[in-house]
């Protein structure tokens, strides 16, 4: 719990600082500083992460299944290649197996691309120097803190989706071994419960610092690699000076994809960190640098990238579509502000 008391405190306390920040005037003959609206920034965040993430939960749930596969001590393994998995997935658990965890991802992907996508928005808005610039330790710092914001609803949000998602290799290693008797059928209410009642809250928020590990330094890499991809392509020509739909699409693919591949050590460490329900050739991690060691000794650093592949698929159209909902502007329609 003291990963999730630190970075909230220190959320809040950064957002202190730039809400109290002094409003420039505009001197005379200036134009004004347009002003940040919030709310619907809001509503596209949380709209763009529920298109994203209902377009590449199947992948996802793969990425999940190949990051906690481990090899035997005879070199046996479950699933042999991503397309290997999606077929086993799908044969052992029809087409809803391939949706095990989405309600749970799609009901709180809502509040964490909102905040995620907004909050980058906000504090680039601020640190934005008096000149109209940001450069890139600006932007890197941005972003750092939009990742930073978003695991107050990204740590308990993983934790439930990867015990749903890897629901069925455990029980299937089960079933090879002859236990099939001893894995229980679980829901994400009934995971929630159990937490909350053997550890209260702190349990929903175990893997925070990995967690944290894998997001800040993910928004870190992307949104400062997005916002230049973007702005590499044709604007739109209602005089808004915005990209067109489709260069946002790609900036985020692309740069999605890059961050993601950059990062996918520390998502393996989080994955594996948060798994509860064990299967019977897994193995128990003290902590980050526990993990990491045991995993080097007994795998060798190529598992570090394990699911990377995947992984990349999934966060470049999830990015992407997340991105492109965003642009749309379909929060101001809403609300019906000029955009």
């Known amino acids: 719990m003291s990963g999730s008391v630190f970075t909230g405190g220190l959320t809040r306390v950064v957002v202190v600082l730039l809400l109290r920040r002094p409003t420039q005037q505009p001197a005379m003959g200036e134009e004004p500083q347009p002003k940040f609206k919030l709310l619907p920034k809001i509503l596209n965040g949380g709209i763009a992460g529920i298109v994203g993430v209902t377009c590449v939960f199947p992948l996802d749930l793969v990425k999940t299944r190949l990051q906690n596969q481990q090899i035997g001590p005879n070199g046996e393994r479950m699933y042999n290649s991503m397309l290997d998995c999606f077929r086993k997935t799908y044969r052992q658990e029809g087409y809803f197996g391939m949706y095990r965890g989405s309600g749970v991802n799609i009901l709180l992907i809502t509040p964490e691309k909102a905040i995620k996508l907004t909050a980058n928005d906000f504090f680039r808005h601020h640190l934005t120097t008096k000149e109209g610039k940001l450069p890139i ?164 650093p190529r598992a570090f990238f394990k699911g990377g592949a995947c992984r990349m698929i999934v966060i470049a159209p999830l990015f992407g579509i997340a991105q492109m909902v965003y642009y749309f502007g379909v929060g101001e329609a809403i609300l019906g502000y000029k955009k």
Not at 176 to 197: E, M
Not at 244 to 271: E, I, M, R, Y
């Open 137 to 300: 330790q600006r932007e890197m710092m941005a972003g750092g803190l939009a990742g930073l914001c978003q695991i107050v609803v990204t740590t308990p949000m993983e934790l439930l989706k990867i015990q749903l998602q890897d629901a069925g290799r455990v029980a299937a290693q089960a079933v090879a071994s002859g236990n099939a008797a001893t894995v229980p059928k679980i829901s994400a209410t009934s995971i929630t419960l159990r937490l909350l009642r053997e550890k209260g809250i702190v349990g929903l928020y175990k893997g925070t610092a990995a967690t944290m590990l894998r997001d800040v330094s993910f928004s870190v890499v992307y949104f400062p690699l997005f916002a230049h991809l973007n702005s590499l392509g044709p604007r739109k020509s209602d005089g808004s000076g915005e990209a067109v739909f489709w260069c946002s699409f790609l900036a985020g693919c692309a740069s999605g994809s890059l961050a993601a591949l950059a990062v996918n050590p520390f998502d393996v460490v989080k994955t594996r960190l948060q798994l509860l329900t064990k299967g019977s050739q897994d193995t128990q991690y003290k902590g980050i640098v526990d993990a990491i060691i045991t995993i080097i000794k007994q795998e060798g």
